[in-house]
């Protein structure tokens, strides 16, 4: 029969720790690997997403600056049209009035 000295034990014993070592450092330079590239990825979107802020950010104060100009605002067009409308009226209001001091008829 095989006999198994204990220091042929230890020795295989040693031998299995240092294999799992050897084991999970590979592991933990893969994972090292792995997360470091996931940071680089990370970091690349976050400077993809910065620069389109920023274009977002210049949008934003180009509508902002060109917004007044180009928008009526629905009191306002409300207001306008009111005034116009009364104009019209007045002036309509005239037409007949003149009419009839003329003795026309319309």
Known sequence: MLEVTA???????????GAMGVFGRVLLSQSEKRNAERFVEVERR???????????????????????????RREDWIRFST?????LDRLFELYNRLSAEKGGTR
Do not use: C
């Open 7 to 17: 220091g042929v034990a230890a020795v295989g014993f040693i031998g299995l720790i």
């Open 46 to 72: 976050l400077a993809d997403e910065a620069a389109r802020l920023q274009e977002l950010r210049r949008e934003v104060v180009r509508i902002n600056h060109t917004l007044p100009s180009e928008y009526v």
């Open 83 to 87: 005034v116009l409308e009364t104009k």
